[in-house]
């Protein structure tokens, strides 16, 4: 390499350090101007890494597909990993099968629907088997980091100290049923999108044939590896929970570092569940909801996910903003109109209406919370990653297509739902109330 050729290079990434920086002061700064605006940060956060690729300043394209398969794969496995750390830490409802109901709906009828119909559509439009089947699987995760506005409010907001059942369903940390179902759902279906996708590997590995691959499917990525996961998980949040937060921090610095222990319990659960070869998503999540569960009411979840969510939106400037170069530099180039019908059809028929059948007997929703349950089921980067960890893992036909098809869906859920989420969910609030306070008025009638 040239003396030209390095200065050229070291003025490309004191740039992107510029771009990066310009984009983490807006997200410290916007949430504030666009809380009661139609808009969202990583909308905006995309539209500057699409100019910022677009504009002549010679950056180096973030190409996913061949050049950075493996730091796609790396960044985005650790954005979720957070993701799924804040996403337990926030959430207050005590854990049961009742309480949960919601969430076992989404997780047992409409992930694998919207799988199936997203395969289905894929092979429809031109995709082999393999590549279909991966298509499926990697759409399959909704996304907690882009989904921000959807999520469940601040640990300990609501009826503290209250321990009715009541209280914990509806009541505490202002959990909603709209906004606890996606947010458990985000958390549980990103570690649960890993058997689907190593099915798709499977078929790319030994051929379409399940006599080739389903027993040792079954056994190991369904039964086996989900085991692990969950009972490691519950394991290292006991454990976390008696230890963060039992040790009080007499000093401001020792209350500064408190939310470092929350990444430190979460890097501990997905490393060394995946190290005896479970899911390690599904433990980060399990960890951490198990985490929040101890001692709910102790200040110390506030530090814990505060530092969390800091993390969070560093990695959500990184993803959005080589996301928007990687738009404006063709990722979208290989679609198809098929494709891009498929890619229409998956946000706005495929996951609503599967949405829909699994909410259909839900009881003590209306219909208002039920259908904004089937419509907002963000796609994210939970796709990027689990895309790119099947295309590093085993070699995919069609593999700049499904980049292709993939990205478009992102892309229009990050600006659909982005868009109406906020207003979407006041509308419902002020029913909600407006519900409640009828109730109260009239407590006599229904």
């Given amino acids: 390499m040239s003396f030209g050729e390095a200065f050229t290079g070291l003025e490309a990434y004191d740039l992107l350090l510029f771009v990066f920086g310009f984009c983490l002061l807006g997200v410290s700064v916007l949430p504030r101007l666009l809380h009661d605006k139609p808009l969202s940060v990583p909308i905006l956060v995309l539209g500057v890494g699409v100019l910022a690729w677009t504009l002549p300043l010679g950056l180096l394209t973030p190409d996913p597909v061949d050049e950075h398969g493996h730091l796609t794969e790396r960044l985005t496995e650790f ?18 099968w009742h309480a949960w109901g919601s969430t076992w709906r989404l997780l047992a009828i409409t992930m694998p629907l919207s799988i199936g119909a997203a395969a289905l559509l894929g092979w429809w439009a031109g995709l082999v088997p393999a590549t279909a089947a991966l298509f499926g699987a990697v759409i399959s995760p909704t996304d907690p980091v882009l989904g921000k506005d959807l999520e469940v409010g601040p640990p300990g907001e609501g009826a503290e100290g209250d321990e009715t ?37 499977a078929m790319a590995m030994a051929g379409a044939a399940p006599s080739n691959w389903f027993g040792t499917w079954l056994a190991v990525d369904v039964g086996f590896k989900i085991v692990v996961g969950v009972v490691l998980g519950w394991l290292f ?3 976390l929970g008696a230890t963060i937060l039992r040790f009080p921090a007499e000093t401001e610095v020792a209350k500064d570092v408190t939310g470092m222990a929350a990444l430190a319990g979460t890097l501990l659960a997905f490393g060394g569940t995946e190290f005896v070869g479970g899911y390690g998503f599904l433990a980060t999540f399990v960890a951490a909801a198990t985490l929040r569960q101890s001692d709910r009411w102790n200040d110390y979840h506030d530090h814990l996910e505060g530092f969390g969510e800091q993390m969070e939106r560093v990695v959500l400037v990184l993803v959005m903003l080589f996301f928007g170069g990687a738009l404006a530099r063709g990722l979208l180039a290989p679609l198809t109109w098929e494709l891009g019908l498929v890619a229409v059809a998956l946000v ?6 599967s949405g829909l059948v699994a909410m259909i007997r839900m009881p003590r ?15 994210g980067i939970g796709t990027f990653y689990y895309l790119s960890h099947a295309l590093e893992s085993t070699g995919f036909e069609q593999a700049d297509e499904v980049w292709a098809v993939a990205g478009l869906v992102v892309l229009i859920s990050v600006v659909l739902h982005g868009v109406t989420a906020a207003p979407v969910l006041r509308r419902l609030d002020r029913a909600r109330h407006d519900t409640e306070h009828s109730a109260a008025a009239n407590p006599h009638t229904g």
């Fill in 79 to 96: 954005g979720v990993i957070v993701s799924l750390m804040v996403a337990g830490l926030s959430i207050d409802r005590r854990f049961s």
């Fill in 165 to 201: 059942e009541e209280a914990d369903h509806t009541e505490a940390g202002e959990e909603d049923e709209v906004r606890f179902a996606l947010s458990s759902e985000a958390g549980l279906n990103d570690g649960l999108a890993f058997p689907y996708t190593n099915l798709a590997i």
């Fill in 237 to 239: 949040g006991k454990v």
């Fill in 348 to 353: 706005l028929l495929v996951r609503p209406l």
């Fill in 365 to 379: 929703s209306p219909w208002r919370d039920r259908a904004a349950i089937s419509f907002y089921g963000m796609r």
